[in-house]
């Protein structure tokens, strides 16, 4: 809940103010804890926006994170983000600490660690942290007062987060409900709606909950679900808001959905605390559990899409920030609240819906075993409790889909009896896990739709894979070698006719392979890998497969190769490409002619990204412009050999909304854009590396809205140079009376 957590920080400065001023008193001395306590915890990590904009430039390093309840010391994701630090995931607690000494080192942190449960939580991370009289702060967020002592100097650095007054309250509910802050509600039920938000004690949770339940029942004779609703929520709320009153709401939100959300809903109760969750995976885990009921005249995702808008609509569920992944594109992903998430748990374990191993789950025991999850601390010394209550002494001849978030996942595959009782089992998720071998037995999963083993130590997959004949998504990645990066597809390919989606395929020399990616007629998603060598006969039959894939819709075509050299992607102008694609992705050099020819024939193409394609003069805006639903091309490494790109006034672009180009080595040097191109261009970002690199024509630029800069941080000079041009441009769209630019930078 985001959006709420957002708007109690724009309702209640003053905690801003507060840790300000904390920062102003003791400045100079070493980095100081300013926690702050409340009920539910307000989520300080989005505050930090706030925060680093008071402050200025005076903090050189940031970063936010959520504290689980049995910590360890091995969670740097944080710190991760922003330092990108390589290998963390594989840390263990004392490489992790003392990287982020390391990292912090000399340097002004502030660091917000949100929902710390116990004083030896707040213990362990503090031994960790450097006082290095820098004046750096850690903020702390925490829904116990004893907690927050522990953590602060003295009472005066304590903010007790307040409730939202009575007006806020009102503005809150009635945007949830009515759709605007100055929606009108009926005089009929206003009475009810004063009641309601006395009883929810200003707790933005509360209210956001009870308004989203009522979104649906905004007519005068909706009156009397209005006080159904009011009498279901605890009167002691009103003078007494606590965690067990925050609950009962959260119940009732649940309680009031339909049948087959609540099983939505339930099955989020697999995800640890914080968990970033992709949207599209949840979908995907909904249909391929049965979740999803079929509906004529729609496809199962489109279903399951309306679910999820439907849960998001009620804010039980929260849209969070998207995820930017090189092999995997945009992913758009989601949060639960933890109090949420408390409530699933309780009634995903009520009716033996989930069942919990490891992490705060450790000891809990279940008879019969149907979607199981594995959290972290279900390692190898699990061995102390009874047998039924660990992975290896369950029961798991019913288990349908097992999930694993614990990073040592061979101890647990070998405990599983290397999937030889997982018959009945659809949905298997190994991915972030140390697995570094697949068992062949992994074929005897008649059943499975789903397997996802990104992010693992995997350098391919057992032939047998090719027995999955019900498999629908087949996700592969290494963690950390690039050159074992994909699969070799095996011969046999042709029973997996259900598949839809599969990443990180290679192709080399079998020509019978080639040829029978043709009759996966169901593909909709295909990355797969070329290698430059490949023979010329098994590069026409795959030309001639892919071409025959009538139902693709995301293609990414990527050359183990980084040399400007004839590879399979000039070969592709011989054939018509599938017509329904929309997100093509070519990493490769391209002749013109095949840009020309392959590319200019995706009338239905929505977004292009393109690598290493070493692309001269006009070629690529020429193709591009003339595409009549292109909203997003993304120029990525190499993509242009030339020193100077222009977007000409005669290429119309038609509908293309969004450009982004991350070149490097400096080339092209000049982005130049001609009075009247790209006309409906609302963002531009770009990315800068060494060299001199400029921009030219911005203001011909008459839509732009959004200007994204990222520059590495040893070489500042060159994004600010551009960032004078944006003041100017701005200076000028103010004495014209239009819109300025926001301009947003990152630096590397």
């Not at 983000?81 to 004392?94: F, G, K, Q, S, Y």
């Not at 304590?158 to 005089?187: M, Q, W």
């Not at 070698?481 to 259900?498: I, T, V």
């Not at 020399?509 to 080639?514: M, R």
Request: aromatic share 6%; net charge neutral; proline share 4%.
């Amino acid at each position: 809940m985001n959006a709420l957590l957002r708007m109690q920080s724009e309702v209640a400065p003053g905690a801003v103010d507060h840790f300000l001023r904390a920062r102003e008193d003791d400045a100079g001395h070493g980095s100081v804890p300013a926690p702050g306590g409340g009920v539910p915890a307000p989520g300080a990590s989005v505050r930090v926006p706030s925060l680093r904009r008071r402050q200025g430039s005076q903090g050189t390093s940031e970063a936010s994170a959520a504290a689980d309840r049995k910590p360890a010391v091995g969670d740097g994701q944080g710190i991760k983000e922003e330092d990108n630090v390589r290998n963390i995931d594989t840390m263990d607690e004392d490489k992790l600490a003392a990287k982020l000494k390391e990292t912090l080192k000399n340097k002004r942190y502030l660091i917000v660690i949100d929902d710390v449960w116990s004083e030896a939580a707040w213990d362990a991370i503090q031994c960790v942290l450097p006082d290095n009289n820098c004046g750096s702060r850690i903020i702390v967020t925490t829904r116990i007062d004893t907690v927050a002592r522990a953590c602060s100097h003295g009472s005066d650095c304590i903010y007790h987060i307040k409730a939202l007054g009575a007006e806020d309250s009102k503005k809150l509910f009635l945007s949830r409900v009515f759709g605007s802050t100055n929606g009108a509600c009926p005089r009929e039920i206003e009475d009810v709606m004063q009641k309601i938000l006395r009883k929810c004690g200003g707790l933005p949770l509360a209210i956001v909950s009870i308004a989203s339940l009522l979104a649906s029942y905004k007519s005068p004779e909706s009156r009397h679900m209005w006080e159904v609703v009011l009498k279901s929520i605890g009167s002691h709320m009103e003078s007494h808001p606590t965690l067990e009153g925050m609950r009962q709401i959260v119940v009732l939100s649940y309680d009031h959905l339909p049948h087959h959300l609540k099983a939505c809903m339930m099955y989020l109760s697999i995800f640890p605390e914080d968990f970033v969750i992709v949207k599209e995976r949840l979908l995907r885990r909904w249909i391929a559990e049965g979740l999803v009921a079929e509906q004529q005249g729609l496809a199962l995702m489109e279903v399951a899409e309306g679910y999820f808008s439907e849960l998001v609509s009620r804010s039980m569920i929260d849209r969070a920030a998207d995820i930017v992944t090189y092999y995997d594109g945009r992913e758009e992903t989601c949060r639960v609240h933890d109090m949420m998430l408390e409530v699933m748990v309780t009634k995903s374990l009520e009716a033996n819906f989930v069942s919990l191993i490891g992490g705060q789950y450790e000891g809990m025991s279940y008879d019969r075993v149907r979607r199981l999850s594995i959290h972290a601390g279900e390692g190898p010394s699990s061995t102390s409790m009874s047998s039924k209550k660990t992975a290896a002494g369950m029961n798991v001849q019913h288990v349908r889909s097992l999930s694993m978030f614990e990073f040592e996942g061979h101890h647990l595959l070998s405990r599983l009896g290397e999937f030889t009782l997982l018959r009945l089992l659809r949905f298997l998720n190994l991915r972030g896990t140390d697995i570094s071998v697949l068992p062949p037995e992994v074929g005897q999963l008649e059943h499975l739709q789903t397997l996802d083993v990104r992010l693992t130590f995997l350098k391919g997959l057992p032939e047998t894979v090719t027995e999955l004949e019900n498999l629908e998504s087949l996700q592969f990645s290494n963690k950390d070698d690039y050159w074992s990066f994909h699969w070799e597809a095996p011969r046999g390919l042709r029973k997996m006719k259900a598949l839809r989606k599969v990443n990180n395929v290679v192709v080399t020399s079998n020509t019978e392979v080639a040829k029978e990616i043709a009759e996966l007629g169901q593909l909709q998603e295909l990355t797969i890998f070329v290698p430059s060598g490949i023979p010329r006969d098994v590069a026409e039959v795959l030309d001639h497969s892919l071409s025959r894939l009538y139902s693709l819709r995301f293609l990414n075509v990527e050359i183990i190769s980084n040399r400007e050299e004839e590879n399979f992607l000039h070969r592709l102008e011989s054939r018509s490409p599938p017509r329904l694609l929309r997100y093509p992705r070519m990493c490769g050099s391209l002749g013109d002619r095949t840009l020309t020819h392959w590319v200019g024939l995706l009338t239905n193409l929505v977004e292009f990204v393109i690598a290493w394609a070493y692309l001269r003069g006009d070629t690529l805006f020429d193709v591009l412009c003339k595409l009549p639903n292109l909203k997003k091309p993304t120029l990525e490494r190499d993509f242009y050999a030339d020193t100077e790109i222009v977007a000409r006034t005669t290429q119309s672009f038609p509908v293309l909304t969004e450009l982004r180009m991350f070149n490097n080595h400096g080339i092209p040097a000049v982005y130049r854009f001609e009075e009247g191109s790209m006309p409906k261009l609302e963002t531009l970002a770009i990315k800068f590396y060494v060299g001199q690199q400029s921009i030219v024509g911005i203001e011909h630029l008459t839509n732009l809205k959004e200007v994204q800069f990222t520059g590495e941080k040893d070489n500042r000079g060159i994004v600010e140079d551009e960032l004078k041009k944006l003041k100017e441009e701005n200076a000028r769209h103010k004495r014209n009376g239009s819109n300025q630019l926001i301009v947003k930078v990152r630096y590397e």
